[in-house]
Every structure is written in C-alpha cells, then in structure tokens.
C-alpha cells in the first residue's frame, strides 16, 4: 500500500477517493460535511413529524379524487420497503408502488415485495424492460471499462418511475434516499456518476451495441430535475429524512409485520448489483462502495468503526459463492465465462474517456448544493 494512503480516524472512507482531505487531526471532508452541512438540517425528530404531517396533508389533498396521490419505487430492498410502510401507516397516504424488472431481480426481493403488496394492501404496476435491449446496454458499459457498471439499471429504474409519473400526472413521487444510510455518497471514482447522463449513455452505446434501443425508458438527469420537476411540478419526496430511521429496527419491523427478509448488505435486491460490488469492483479497480455504506452508518450512529473495519476485511459473499456468480453474470449476458473474463481483465478507463455532459451536471449540483437542496458531497 502507498506511503500516501490515509484513512480517515472516524469514520473510514480512504485516499481511494482521490478527492478527499483531511483536517489536521485526521477527519475526512465526509465526516466534516456531515457534522456541518447534514447534520443541523437532518430532523428525524418531532419537528420531522410536523413536516411529515404537513407533508402528508399536502398530498392526501391534492390526490382527492384520483386512484392514487403518489407513487414508490419499489425494489424489495429496505429503503425503497419502509418508504412504502411509512407513507401508508404514518401518513395514511394511497400510493401506487411500481416495479421495474430489468432482469437481475433476486427471489428475495420478489418475495419482499409480495409481501409488502398483500401487507399493505397496495397496488403493484411491474414494468418489464425489454431483456434484448438491456442486455445489450450492459454489454457496451462493461466493454466501456469504466466503473459506473450500474448505470444502466440506474437508467431504466429511475427513467421508467419518472416517465409513468408523468403520463399519469401523479405529482408526487416518494422515495427512500435518506440521510440515515446514504450521508456518505460513493464519489465518482468509484462509479459513482451523479445522474442519468443521456449523453454519455449515448456514447458508449454507440461504440459497443449491437442493437437499437427501441424501447429502453432512458430519460436525462436534465428532464427529470428540470423539466419535469422544475417546469411541470413534479415533487420528489424524501420522508425517511422526516422519521427515525435506524436500518437495524426497520428490518425488524418489516420482518415481524410482514416477513419481509433482510439483505446481507445494501443493493442486495439485484443480483448484477450484488456481483458488480462485491466482486467486480473491488477485484477491478480496487474500490469498496462498502467504505461509503459503512462510514454512512458510522456517522449516524448505527456501526462502531471497528466493526465496520472488521466486516470489510472480508467479502460480504464467500469465494465459491462469488465465482458461480462470475459463471452466472456471462451466462445470462450470452458470454462465455472467458468473455467475460477478457473484459475483467481489459484496460481499465473513466466516463471522461466517452462524451457526457459531466460539466453542466456539475454546475447543477453546485446550485443545488447552494440552495439547500443537496447536501452530501458530489466529486
């Protein structure tokens, strides 16, 4: 390891992230940003409550006479699971979950939903994405040998939620981005790209597909922040920020009320995610988003340090475990485990080596930054 590696002394996000810094005491920009920026304007408390409560008025009536006054993506994960269970019992909301299918689901996340759906006595709408298409998009970003290999399902999640919000004018769109859990943001090194940038999706389509997206929902970061809820009134809503949200109990609640079932780790509903950070990105380019997932908790008060540092000196899955994953991945992409292999073992390379618009989204995220709206830290 380089003599210039440092980890942070508080929480453990490291010199891997290329832009971070430390103070003189060896505490990262993360954990500074938290305590100065996050933190004070973080409420899941009973000022939290009244916002919640307001909140909840706001859309019960606006949505008077409609089927449905807002919708959840659902993912069968924990965040997305408890956003549903916290507009139906605590704010007594009618919402419309909606599902995206792009072909990695796991068993347990089909059955989580189930049993939200029977739960909650809710409706579900599944939106299928077309297989060819999409695998053909995942092919091209991992031939692409850059680091943001979730883009793509990123793409279709999010861009089918917004466009059917649209079509069906359901204003309010509620989902489990939250504070507790996600205060410490993956920085762009590690695939963390901040938005659907249509012009880099583009880009590396056109070099390595074979196939047109005929289909593919791929809505821009700039219709969706801009046109759509700027122009149009679209409101995304975070109300996890708005509760006490400590992942431990939620599960348990999930569990007890519904027999929801608990993930070995975050983003552990899609099977392509799973593979694709526990072992293509740390095996790859040498990057733990574990680091952000467990520093996130550190700093909200949910995980010890030394835990956190145990639980990554291992795989969150076993080698064998791993490796039939590896057989499984080039499979259902058409690839022979060689093919796949080839590209693992290919140059590694950056969204910066394809065209996008990475600038502009920049500047977007700064007025936001400058406006309260975002808070975490965006490199």
């Given at each position: 390891?380089?003599?210039?590696?440092?980890?942070?002394?508080?929480?453990?996000?490291?010199?891997?992230?290329?832009?971070?810094?430390?103070?003189?005491?060896?505490?990262?920009?993360?954990?500074?940003?938290?305590?100065?920026?996050?933190?004070?304007?973080?409420?899941?408390?009973?000022?939290?409550?009244?916002?919640?409560?307001?909140?909840?008025?706001?859309?019960?009536?606006?949505?008077?006479?409609?089927?449905?006054?807002?919708?959840?993506?659902?993912?069968?994960?924990?965040?997305?699971?408890?956003?549903?269970?916290?507009?139906?019992?605590?704010?007594?909301?009618?919402?419309?979950?909606?599902?995206?299918?792009?072909?990695?689901?796991?068993?347990?996340?089909?059955?989580?939903?189930?049993?939200?759906?029977?739960?909650?006595?809710?409706?579900?709408?599944?939106?299928?994405?077309?297989?060819?298409?999409?695998?053909?998009?995942?092919?091209?970003?991992?031939?692409?040998?850059?680091?943001?290999?979730?883009?793509?399902?990123?793409?279709?999640?999010?861009?089918?939620?917004?466009?059917?919000?649209?079509?069906?004018?359901?204003?309010?769109?509620?989902?489990?981005?939250?504070?507790?859990?996600?205060?410490?943001?993956?920085?762009?090194?590690?695939?963390?790209?901040?938005?659907?940038?249509?012009?880099?999706?583009?880009?590396?389509?056109?070099?390595?597909?074979?196939?047109?997206?005929?289909?593919?929902?791929?809505?821009?970061?700039?219709?969706?922040?801009?046109?759509?809820?700027?122009?149009?009134?679209?409101?995304?809503?975070?109300?996890?920020?708005?509760?006490?949200?400590?992942?431990?109990?939620?599960?348990?609640?999930?569990?007890?009320?519904?027999?929801?079932?608990?993930?070995?780790?975050?983003?552990?509903?899609?099977?392509?995610?799973?593979?694709?950070?526990?072992?293509?990105?740390?095996?790859?380019?040498?990057?733990?988003?574990?680091?952000?997932?467990?520093?996130?908790?550190?700093?909200?008060?949910?995980?010890?340090?030394?835990?956190?540092?145990?639980?990554?000196?291992?795989?969150?899955?076993?080698?064998?475990?791993?490796r039939q994953e590896f057989e499984y991945v080039a499979h259902k992409l058409g690839l022979t485990v060689a093919e796949l292999q080839e590209i693992f073992d290919g140059e590694n390379k950056t969204y910066r080596d394809y065209r996008n618009k990475r600038?502009?989204?920049?500047?977007?995220?700064?007025?936001?930054?400058?406006?309260?709206?975002?808070?975490?830290?965006?490199?």
């Open positions: 390891m380089s003599e210039r590696y440092r980890i942070c002394v508080n929480c453990i996000m490291d010199t891997t992230d290329p832009g971070i810094s430390f103070d003189e005491e060896g505490v990262c920009d993360y954990c500074s940003n938290f305590k100065n920026e996050i933190e004070p304007n973080w409420y899941p408390n009973t000022k939290g409550q009244t916002e919640l409560a307001s909140l909840a008025e706001k859309i019960q009536v606006e949505g008077k006479g409609k089927s449905f006054d807002c919708i959840i993506g659902l993912s069968g994960g924990l965040d997305s699971s408890y956003t549903a269970l916290i507009a139906k019992d605590r704010m007594g909301l009618r919402p419309l979950l909606f599902h995206v299918d792009a072909g990695w689901n796991t068993d347990q996340a089909v059955g989580n939903i189930e049993k939200l759906v029977d739960g909650l006595g809710l409706d579900l709408y599944t939106e299928v994405i077309n297989w060819e298409e999409m695998k053909d998009l995942q092919l091209a970003f991992l031939r692409a040998q850059i680091a943001d290999q979730d883009l793509p399902q990123d793409g279709a999640f999010f861009s089918a939620l917004y466009k059917f919000a649209r079509k069906h004018r359901i204003k309010y769109v509620l989902t489990g981005s939250n504070v507790s859990t996600e205060c410490c943001r993956e920085p762009e090194a590690w695939g963390g790209y901040p938005g659907i940038d249509k012009t880099l999706f583009k880009d590396i389509h056109a070099r390595f597909g074979k196939r047109q997206l005929k289909t593919f929902p791929l809505v821009d970061i700039f219709t969706y922040k801009v046109l759509y809820q700027k122009v149009l009134g679209m409101e995304v809503v975070k109300p996890l920020n708005l509760v006490p949200y400590i992942k431990a109990e939620a599960e348990r609640e999930l569990e007890r009320r519904f027999g929801w079932q608990k993930f070995q780790h975050k983003h552990h509903e899609s099977r392509f995610t799973r593979f694709y950070e526990d072992y293509w990105m740390p095996r790859k380019f040498g990057y733990h988003k574990r680091r952000a997932h467990f520093s996130s908790l550190i700093l909200t008060g949910q995980m010890t340090r030394e835990a956190a540092l145990a639980r990554l000196a291992r795989p969150e899955m076993g080698e064998e475990f791993l600038w502009a989204i920049g500047v977007g995220t700064d007025v936001m930054r400058r406006l309260g709206q975002e808070r975490r830290l965006f490199r």
